[in-house]
T-cell receptor, first 112, second 116 residues
Framework: ELKVEQNPLFLSMQEGKNYTIYCNYSTTSDRLYWYRQDPGKSLESLFVLLSNGAVKQEGRLMASLDTKARLSTLHITAAVHDLSATYFCAVDERFGNEKLTFGTGTRLTIIP | DVKVTQSSRYLVKRTGEKVFLECVQDMDHENMFWYRQDPGLGLRLIYFSYDVKMKEKGDIPEGYSVSREKKERFSLILESASTNQTSMYLC???????????????FGAGTRLSVL
C-alpha cells in the first residue's frame, strides 16, 4: 500500500525567510503533484513532476522530485503573506489505478 | 478551463436523512472521485469511479454509496446521515493516464455538510 508522508505538518515562518516542505512516499512512482488549498477553499494544482530530477518553479515556490530517494521537496524562497495556505503532495502509483494518494498536508502560516 | 461543479456549497441535514451530493464535470474525464476532508486527517478517499456504472471503494466507504449513470455526473449518497459524517466533501475528476502526460486531478469547490 502506497503511503505518503509530509513534514512538517504545521509551519509558521516569518516573511522573507526560506523553508522547505518534504514529501516522502513508500513505493515506486515517477509522477508527483503539488496542490495548494486556501482556507475554506478547494485544492488547486501547483506543480506536476513527471520524472527523476524534475524541477518546476513558479514565483517563490520551487518543487523537485528525486524518484530514487522517493522524495519531493517544495521550497519557499523569501516567503510572503499570500503564500499562507495548506500544501499537499500527491503520488501516482506506477502501474496502479488512476487514483492519487495524498499526503496529510502542511499548513503554512507566514507571519509579517 | 476545467469545470467541476458540486451542487451545494453548504448543506445542513438531520440525523437519519438520506443525503445526495452531486458532482458534474465538463472535461469528459473517465475518473471521478469523492473525498472527505477533516481537520488533522487530510483527504480521505470514499469512492471512485473509472467509468460509467463502475465504482470502487476507497479507504472509508462505510456509510456511503455512489452512483454514476452518466460520464459527467458522480453522486455521493449518505443513506442515513449521522453526525460523524459532518465534514467537507470534495469531488475530483481525472482523465486516463494514456490521455496526456500531466493528467492533473481537478477538484470541485467542496460541499460543507453539517449533520445535526
Amino acid at each position: 500500500e502506497l503511503k505518503v508522508e509530509q513534514n512538517p505538518l504545521f509551519l509558521s515562518m516569518q516573511e522573507g525567510k526560506n523553508y522547505t516542505i518534504y514529501c516522502n512516499y513508500s513505493t515506486t512512482s515517477d509522477r508527483l503533484y503539488w496542490y495548494r488549498q486556501d482556507p475554506g477553499k478547494s485544492l488547486e494544482s501547483l506543480f506536476v513532476l513527471l520524472s527523476n530530477g524534475a524541477v518546476k518553479q513558479e514565483g517563490r515556490l520551487m518543487a523537485s522530485l528525486d524518484t530514487k530517494a522517493r522524495l519531493s521537496t517544495l521550497h519557499i524562497t523569501a516567503a510572503v503573506h499570500d503564500l499562507s495556505a495548506t500544501y499537499f503532495c500527491a503520488v501516482d502509483e506506477r502501474f496502479g489505478n488512476e487514483k492519487l494518494t495524498f499526503g496529510t498536508g502542511t499548513r503554512l502560516t507566514i507571519i509579517p | 478551463d476545467v469545470k467541476v461543479t458540486q451542487s451545494s456549497r453548504y448543506l445542513v441535514k438531520r440525523t437519519g436523512e438520506k443525503v445526495f451530493l452531486e458532482c458534474v464535470q465538463d472535461m469528459d474525464h473517465e475518473n471521478m472521485f469523492w473525498y472527505r476532508q477533516d481537520p488533522g486527517l487530510g483527504l480521505r478517499l470514499i469512492y471512485f469511479s473509472y467509468d460509467v456504472k463502475m465504482k470502487e471503494k476507497g479507504d472509508i466507504p462505510e456509510g456511503y454509496s455512489v452512483s454514476r449513470e452518466k460520464k459527467e455526473r458522480f453522486s455521493l449518497i449518505l443513506e442515513s446521515a449521522s453526525t460523524n459524517q459532518t465534514s467537507m466533501y470534495l469531488c475530483a475528476t481525472r482523465g486516463h493516464s494514456s490521455g496526456g502526460a500531466k493528467n492533473i486531478q481537478y477538484f470541485g469547490a467542496g460541499t460543507r455538510l453539517s449533520v445535526l
